[in-house]
């Protein structure tokens, strides 16, 4: 079945160095605390947390603006708890073949994740295409 959706591909920028710099504990404890926060503002902001890549996860939206909120709330708090690190993140809007009931598949997802992996620190990348629909403000 295709579906209408916004993917997220977050990421915290550094996880590897701030691993080899201060070991595996505490780098343990800076990831726990980024899902928490990840599943705090999620809740908040009525998205999903598709599944989770080690240092980052893929979330998933039905509205665009509503992923938007999610990302730039997310920033806002990550940036207390989690520095040294930075979180970069991909945002693409479109339809989606939803695989196996919990898996999503298209070039919106492909996208998302393609665009995280090319941002730097504090980066949110979205396609041009996609701004189109937002509202202004």
């Excluded at 343990?28 to 947390?49: M, N, P, W």
């Excluded at 073949?97 to 730097?120: K, P, Q, W």
Aim: proline share 3%.
């Amino acid at each position: 079945m295709r579906v209408p959706r916004t993917f997220v591909f977050l990421d915290l920028s550094g996880f590897t160095n701030y691993t080899a710099a201060y070991g595996d504990d505490a780098a343990g404890k800076i990831l726990g605390t980024f899902r928490t926060v990840v599943r705090e503002v999620a809740s908040e902001r009525g998205v999903r947390i598709a599944k989770w890549l080690g240092d980052g996860c893929m979330v998933v939206a039905v509205d665009q603006v509503g992923a938007i909120e999610f990302v730039m709330e997310l920033e806002r708090r990550a940036t207390r708890v989690c520095s040294p690190l930075t979180l970069r993140a991909g945002i693409a809007t479109g339809h989606a073949l939803l695989f196996e009931g919990d898996d999503y598949i298209g070039s919106a997802v492909n996208m998302a994740s393609r665009l995280c992996d090319h941002a730097t620190g504090y980066d949110v990348l979205m396609p041009a295409s996609n701004t189109e629909s937002l509202p202004e403000g």
